[in-house]
């Protein structure tokens, strides 16, 4: 007689895996070299980053006015992209912390990746509020740095100031929580490393680390305090970032809902960029037994949820600025007006995105498929660039003095920055991929079925 | 005395009998220097890398170079004072009372100059005709025109003064001993002592004659009164005693008879005790006069004439024509409101056509209306039509010995002006005195380089009885001598002509009154007698019927002329360039203005671009014979259909790049109007407007705030529609809600600027003067087009839409998109509303609380400040902003050859007002309410120990406003006015209901609408 057990829980690690094979699996992208693709893509990327670089040395170089912006839209791109890097950024945090809160295991096939994904979108995000400034130069000033060393105090009311805070207790707190999870997966590599300057790096990387049980001790205290600190951090960033346009008082800005509305935006948008990124990587690094059907189903779920909430946004603002009857929420970005307006396209690029088309997920067939989350994930990505865009740019092109009511459109070199943080963030992530070990396998190790399952299939089989 | 001390050198000294001692007295080292060894060792020399002489050669190469840095120093081109003049003191502006009389515009003004350069250009308020237009504040920047001549020329190359006048004056003595005739070409010439030494000249040299030319000519009306009054001048006109005030195509508050009646016209345009003027416009295109006016009825040129006619049968013969049509409907209302105002009422007429002229005089004659003066007339307009087209047939057949033209310009300006260069070749002689190489000066054999009126001497009748005197700011900038030195000279005399301009006033004008009173004073003025007034007899009927006979067709064209560009005289000026038009906002262009209606039948349209700019068809339009090419086409509301408008003034020669732009109309500028057609052409215009929403999109009542008198005098506070609130359980109004602690600022000065909508005419003196005392850039067209306008205050225009929120509701189609851009379009006749804009200073300024690093604060005096220097230009605080009046300085804008304007050349940059920086690139900028000007006032005030009198606090718009629209003081002051203005009924703050309590406020536009 064997003990029951619940047959609910599909193997959440596929292939009939051992441990040496999970070691083996993930340090091959590591040890091995690189294919033809990968300087392929790495190359595009590169030039990629490359133009975004030169697009911002003219930008420094000449002065704002070489972007499309004008006296009444001063921000439009620049912004967007900001925001909509940052809200990629949310996934990670809230894949490793509070799912690890949670005790959601199917976060470890995807929690190292997804944290490297938001700490080097955080990275292409906060390129923007610096360049975005007239006299970058003087960037340093939005520090409140004592007035001893010359910048004088700041202003606490602005939220501008408050994103410098958020958006850089963030990145710090993200990734030491990355770091702290790579030390085990550091030391493996160290420890199968056979070149000596391989096994130099890795082993100043891994910190010492020597696999004690007192280490292992260490190690799930921290991951547990840092995933609590972290988790409040998920909910503040993009809160502070609503807050740029909540606290304001143009129509369309001025909305209590952002906050909330504005995590959830965050949340569905970073999920989409981890689908987006882990399909293709599952493929190329070989890591179908760890990445399975499960996850994507998983995140298409939590996809599915957040992009209820963000649903739900938009038609409160939509019918509350109807609702009110006021002339001046008649061409917010959520309007009759923006919807027959000039920016109509803008509007329902928006609607369809991010409103229309995440719904399909409904179907068990289609979020657990892998071209339709790779299409759907794409999409989304676009419908919340859409969003952003839509809130800045519609919003500041018609403001309360008819007279003031404008259009924008991007030159070359907001179309280029964009491009280069593109381009950054790839490169990136491509070399990432090529150091760092891409699954949490110490975790994941910890999730392994087969001691067990081995040998009952090889008792079964007798 | 020698000293016995001895001194030892080293302790080795001290001992006895040390050999070392012993050597160091014999040789100066102790032990061997192998200095043989080294200098004979000619092997070790050899290996050495660097010989002897390659040393050398260091040494003198680095000597020489560091000598030749040394030699470059930096070069700082400025003197300073070696001996102070007594009357600079550095930081102290002077003011200077002068008068300008360019041939266009007559106006005394003040001039403040600092440190010797004349930097803005100021109404001379104590003077009568001391209002000056947006042209007159801008000329101080022509005064640093890099384009000007710089001396005289001869056949296009430089020559000197001598030459000139040897050359020049022998001629013109073979001219005279030949008997041969010499004619005068000038502009208006208003001046006494220049009209004196004109005639000494023809004294002197026998057959001289002196044409005067205007280039937008008022002979129509000059012929009329010669006709009617036996004298060629111009009526004056007061506003501010009309009730009722019918104009028929006259823009009189624009440049129409010379202009400056404003002032008068906006004194009747405030309800008081329930009365205001009554301004019914009948006109084709949209001028300012007629988007001020109560009712404006849109009508082509020759329905024009026609509704003259009938006018006058109604009015004087008492001829009512039934006729049932809406112009006929209007000119009888018209008739019945001249009728029962009578004496009250006045009619003016725009129409260029001496009869038209006739019966608009005998309307106001038989009405006595009280408004129009005809014995006291103005003098600031000769131009004879009929005299220059004979000159021009003169010319050509060779009878003209001599041309001499002084400004003017009618190889620019003439309809005829190819005729006129081919006749210039004729004359033996031809001279052109002008500014700078415009057509006229490039088709003369000499050029004399005159100097700017601000470098110049001289005399002008404004009015009779009202002298005015010309002086200069500033030494000459460069090597130009004026006219009337050069006819002195021609006329053998050495006398300056200062003096002779002095002497003719002691003689002729001053009475034995000081000479340096009236030149401190800028103007004086003489008791005139009251003439009998005489009239003569004449046949109005047969000019009646000779206008009965002007017939219309299906396109009639006329030429205007624009706030900024007036003639075109200051076409290189590139404020003037870049101020918006009042009515199209629209800047650095002229363009053939369309109703819709025709557009839509000729296949003409505009179009919005991405970056929200305007683009624009191109046409050929032909007229008068002449075809101008690739016209863009502006499609204005309220130009009546059948009718198209060119702006003059555009499309010169020999101009910067930058401004070389639009068409000439002035071929088209002949008649009343001309037959024109228009052929569409490919090819598409690229617009460079300010404002690209012309509707308020039914916001009136947080914007504009209009009202009928009825409603206005029946419930007087009825508009006031401020949103209530609740506050501890009690319905209060907005401003008694509030999130924030408030601060006391009823302690010292609180700076408030009040603007009257219903005094402001819209016609843009403010904003030049504000661009001259800020230092504002000028950006270009390109710039403009995309929306980077840098002006601190704009004038908003808004124009009705005939669909509103109330027929939308009726329609059913109220909220949907196609209300929505039904609610964008304009109404084909709509009616205007102006709203001058510039930072409200809120007191609870959403720009503040959001600027990161503080830079812009509020100050205890109401000013929201702008820190330049703390800027780092996040730009978040503009997109806060409710009002969008913050500019951002998106490129370095001086220094620049991108932007190559003013700031961009020494000269240009004398202009620069020292108190007030320039802004570099990266950082925001706005409205400080003149905090320059406002800190010197309390400073003067407190160096004379005394508190600060109302009126004494200025800023550049409220000082500019010829209507005293803008009033600007302080509102801790309960005696001042713009504290009392502040509790008048008609008082609003612009959006109010969002909470920014802002230290502008308006005051409502009241219309006296009256049905028919």
């Known amino acids: 007689m064997s003990h029951y057990e619940a047959p609910i829980r599909e193997p959440l690690i596929l292939g009939d895996k051992s441990y040496h094979d999970i070691s083996n699996d993930i340090a091959a992208p590591i040890e091995g070299k690189a294919n033809t693709w990968w300087w392929v893509v790495f190359s595009i990327a590169l030039v990629a980053f490359l133009w975004g670089v030169g697009a911002i040395a003219y930008t420094i170089g000449t002065g704002i006015g070489v972007w499309g912006l004008n006296n009444k839209i001063n921000w439009a791109w ?242 509350v600025g109807w609702y009110s009857g006021s002339s001046y929420e008649d061409f917010t970005y959520l309007s009759i007006g923006a919807a027959t307006g000039p920016y109509w396209w803008a509007f329902w690029a928006l609607i369809l995105c991010n409103g229309v088309f995440p719904q399909l997920l409904w179907i068990k067939k289609l979020r657990t498929n892998f071209t339709v989350s790779f299409i759907m994930s794409i999409i989304i990505n676009i419908g919340m660039w859409f969003e952003r865009f839509d809130i800045i740019v519609i919003n500041l092109s018609r403001g309360h003095l008819p007279s003031t009511w404008t259009q924008f459109e991007p030159t070359f070199v907001d179309i280029g920055i964009y491009i280069g943080t593109i381009g950054f963030f790839f490169v990136l992530f491509l070399l990432y991929a090529r150091t760092f070990p891409v699954v949490a396998q110490a975790e994941v190790k910890s999730i392994l079925k087969s001691s067990g399952d081995g040998y009952k299939r090889a008792r079964d089989n007798k | 005395m020698a000293s016995n001390k001895k001194y030892w050198k080293s302790v080795e000294e001290l001992k006895e009998n040390s050999s070392i001692v012993e050597k160091l007295k014999q040789k100066e080292f102790v032990e061997e220097i192998p200095t043989d060894q080294f200098l004979g060792d000619k092997d070790s020399l050899d290996s050495s890398a660097t010989s002897r002489r390659d040393f050398l050669k260091y040494v003198g190469f680095s000597t020489a170079v560091a000598s030749l840095a040394a030699c470059e120093g930096p070069v700082t081109k400025s003197i300073p004072f070696v001996i102070k003049p007594d009357d600079v003191t550095p930081g102290i502006a002077d003011y200077f009372a002068t008068t300008i009389a360019d041939g266009y515009d007559f106006a005394n003004v003040l001039v403040k100059v600092r440190e010797g350069r004349p930097i803005k250009i100021e109404p001379n308020k104590e003077s009568s005709n001391g209002s000056a237009n947006a042209r007159v504040q801008a000329s101080v920047l022509s005064l640093y025109d890099n384009n000007r001549l710089k001396g005289p020329k001869a056949k296009g190359e430089s020559i000197s003064w001598n030459k000139f006048d040897s050359e020049v004056g022998a001629k013109l003595n073979e001219l005279k001993e030949n008997g041969e005739k010499i004619v005068f ?371 009639e064209l006329t030429v205007y002329t624009k706030a900024g560009m007036g003639d075109g005289q200051q076409a290189n000026n590139p404020w003037l360039q870049e101020l918006p038009d009042p009515i199209t906002r629209t800047t650095w262009d002229n363009y053939l203005l369309i109703s819709r209606i025709d557009a839509e039948r000729l296949g003409l349209e505009n179009r919005t671009i991405d ?171 390109h710039e403009i087009r995309v929306g980077r306008d840098m002006h601190w205050m704009r004038i908003d225009r808004y124009y009705s839409s005939d669909m509103t929120v109330e027929r939308g509701k009726e329609e059913g189609s109220f909220g949907t998109g196609e209300f929505f851009n039904a609610q964008i379009q304009p109404s084909d006749a709509p009616d205007v509303s102006f709203q001058p804009v510039m930072c409200q200073h809120c007191n609870h300024a959403p720009c503040e609380t959001v600027c990161p690093v503080a830079a812009t604060s509020h100050g205890t005096q109401g000013q929201n400040q702008m820190a330049y220097n703390r800027c780092v230009g996040t730009r978040y605080c503009a997109n806060n902003c409710p009002y969008r009046v913050r500019r951002f300085n998106w490129f370095k804008y001086f220094d620049n050859n991108e932007f190559d304007f003013n700031m961009n050349n020494d000269l240009g940059r004398m202009v620069l007002n020292p108190d007030v920086v320039v802004r570099s690139r990266g950082v925001m900028e706005k409205c400080s309410m003149c905090i320059q000007m406002t800190q010197l006032t309390i400073l003067n005030a407190k160096k004379e120990g005394r508190p600060v009198a109302d009126g004494e606090f200025q800023t550049a718009c409220s000082n500019a406003c010829p209507t005293d629209a803008i009033v600007f003081g302080d509102v801790n002051d309960t005696k001042s006015k713009v504290s009392k203005l502040e509790k008048e009924d008609r008082s609003f703050k612009l959006l109010d209901f969002v909470g920014t309590k802002p230290n502008v406020f308006y005051q409502l536009k009241v219309k006296n609408i009256k049905e028919a």
């Open chain 2, 611 to 781: 970056n929200g700019a305007l683009n624009g068809d191109v046409v050929n339009v032909i007229a008068n014979g002449v075809t101008i090419e690739n016209v863009p086409v502006y499609i204005q509301p309220g130009q009546a259909p059948g009718s198209v408008a060119l702006a003059l003034g555009y499309g010169l020669e020999g101009l910067q790049k930058e401004m070389s732009i639009g068409v000439n109309a002035y071929p088209f500028a002949n008649g009343i109007f001309q037959n024109a057609s228009i052929e569409k052409v490919s090819g598409e215009h690229k617009f460079a407007c300010v404002q690209l929403q012309h509707t308020i999109m039914g916001r009136e009542d947080e914007i504009t705030k209009e009202m009928s008198l009825a409603d206005y005098v029946s419930r007087p506070k009825d508009w006031s529609t401020a949103p209530k609130f609740s506050l501890d359980h009690q319905e209060v109004t907005q401003d008694k809600v509030d999130l924030w602690e408030k601060f006391d600022d009823t302690l010292g000065t609180k700076f408030n600027l009040a603007i009257d909508l219903a005094t402001c005419t819209g016609c843009a003196a403010c904003v030049v003067a504000c661009h001259a005392e800020n230092n504002v850039p000028v950006v270009g067209k």
């Open chain 2, 185 to 555: 070409l000038t502009g208006t010439c208003a001046s006494p002592s220049t009209k004196s030494l004109v005639n000494k000249f023809s004294e002197q040299y026998g057959n001289v004659d002196h044409v005067v030319y205007d280039a937008i000519s008022e002979s129509a009306v000059l012929d009329a009164m010669k006709e009617m009054y036996g004298k060629r001048a111009l009526p004056d006109y007061d506003f501010a005693k009309a009730d009722v005030i019918v104009s028929v195509g006259a823009d009189f508050l624009g440049d129409w008879q010379g202009g400056g009646f404003s002032a008068g016209y906006a004194k009747g345009r405030v309800p008081k005790n329930g009365k205001m003027s009554h301004h019914i416009q009948f006109e084709s295109n949209m001028s300012l006069t007629g988007a001020n006016a109560d009712k404006r009825v849109m009508i082509k040129p020759s329905e024009q004439v026609n509704a003259l006619i009938k006018l006058y049968q109604a009015i004087v013969s008492g001829v009512a024509t039934r006729e049932m049509s809406p112009l006929n409907t209007a000119v009888q209302n018209a008739a019945k409101q001249i009728k029962a105002a009578g004496g009250n009422a006045v009619l003016v007429t725009g129409i260029q056509d001496k009869n038209a002229q006739l019966l608009a005089l005998q309307i106001n004659k038989a009405i006595q209306s009280k408004v129009i003066d005809v014995a006291n007339t103005r003098n600031i307009r000769h131009g004879d039509d009929v005299k220059v087209a004979q000159l021009i047939t003169d010319m050509k057949a060779g009878k003209i010995g001599a041309l001499i033209t002084h400004n003017t310009n009618p190889a620019y300006t003439l309809p005829n002006a190819k005729e006129f260069i081919e006749a210039l070749k004729k004359t033996k002689l031809s001279v052109s005195f002008a500014m700078n190489d415009n057509e006229t000066a490039s088709a003369s054999e000499y050029v004399a380089a005159i100097p700017h009126y601000l470098e110049s001497w001289n005399d002008v009748l404004i009015k009779k009885g009202q002298y005015s005197l010309t002086q200069p700011t500033i030494h000459k900038l460069s090597d130009t001598r004026q006219f009337q030195e050069t006819l002195l000279i021609w006329l053998g005399s050495d006398e300056a002509y200062y003096d002779y301009l002095k002497g003719m006033w002691n003689n002729n004008v001053l009475g034995g009154k000081s000479w340096n009173k009236a030149l401190h004073d800028g103007t004086f003025t003489v008791p005139v007698a009251n003439d009998e007034i005489v009239t003569n007899d004449i046949d109005i009927s047969a000019a009646g019927s000779a206008l009965s006979k002007i017939k219309g067709s299906d396109l």
């Open chain 1, 78 to 319: 620049d912004i967007t992209n900001f925001v909509w890097w940052v809200g990629i950024g949310h996934a990670g945090t809230l894949i490793s912390a509070v799912l690890l809160l949670f005790r959601q295991k199917w976060r470890m096939g995807i929690n190292r990746s997804a944290e490297a994904m938001t700490i080097f979108a955080v990275i292409q995000a906060a390129i923007f509020p610096v360049i975005h400034m007239g006299r970058v130069w003087n960037a340093y000033w939005v520090m409140p740095i004592p007035n001893q060393f010359g910048s004088l105090w700041t202003n606490f009311n602005s939220p501008l100031l408050w994103d410098v805070f958020a958006i850089s207790t963030y990145l710090s707190v993200s990734l030491v929580f990355w770091y702290t999870g790579l030390l085990p997966d550091f030391a493996m590599i160290r420890d199968r490393a056979t070149k000596p300057f391989q096994k130099k790096i890795y082993s100043l990387l891994s910190f010492g680390w020597s696999g004690t049980a007192k280490d292992w001790q260490r190690f799930e205290e921290v991951s547990l305090v840092l995933a609590g600190l972290a988790t409040p951090l998920v909910l503040s960033v993009h809160t502070i970032v609503s807050f740029d346009f909540a606290t304001s008082v143009i129509p369309g800005w001025h909305s209590t809902v952002y906050p909330p509305y504005f995590v959830a935006g965050a949340v569905f948008s970073g999920f989409a960029m981890v689908q987006t990124l882990l399909i293709i990587m599952r493929k190329v690094s070989n890591l179908e037994h760890y990445i399975t059907r499960l996850h994507i189903e998983n995140m298409n779920k939590v996809i599915l949820v957040t992009g209820g909430i963000v649903m739900v946004a938009y038609l409160s603002e939509f019918f």
